[in-house]
């Protein structure tokens, strides 16, 4: 079997060949996601439910044929198969419940800040930047309960771009590295 193929060398390889595929791979991950974030939302909420029913049919089927707690498992499969359907069927309600989770824990974190440095017992100027932060973190908090779609596809945006940069990144250090003399990569002369 040829190594150049192998998971090993593509994945973790330290080769010309290997950070030029990754970069290649991570670049068109990242334009994907930021080009098209809501349909990449959609996706992921998809997969996830697949991967939630199939986990909730294994459940209830190993639930009926164990004889301990054979209740609980079946009843939790069951719950995991509903959630998982939700998810393939309603992807973008399931990406608004995420979304609102994720505003009340800004929100929720942002008023506890501020409420630990209003209970600080220190001078005044090192109060500032808690505060900031607790208002920085009301202010994220709001703008996910008010647009949490587009909050959210903001998020997979900015993650687009960073895996845009870090493909770019892997592709120079490709052209960086000396080129290869074998499959185990390059020789030191």
Known sequence: MNSRF?????????????????????????????????????????????????AGIWAVFSGAFNDRQRFFWVFYGLIMILGGMFMIFQPFKVVFLIAWFIALWFIAGGVAGIWNTAQMSVEGRYKILPVISGLVGLFIGFLFLIWPLTSVAGMFWIAGLILIIRGAMLIAFSRLLPGESGPEGPQNS
């Open 6 to 54: 192998s998971a090993s060398v593509f994945f973790a390889g330290i080769s010309r060949n290997a950070f030029l595929c990754r970069g290649i791979l991570v670049l068109v991950l990242g334009l994907l996601i930021a080009l098209k974030p809501l349909v990449t939302l959609e996706l992921i909420s998809m997969l996830l439910g697949w991967i939630f029913t199939a």
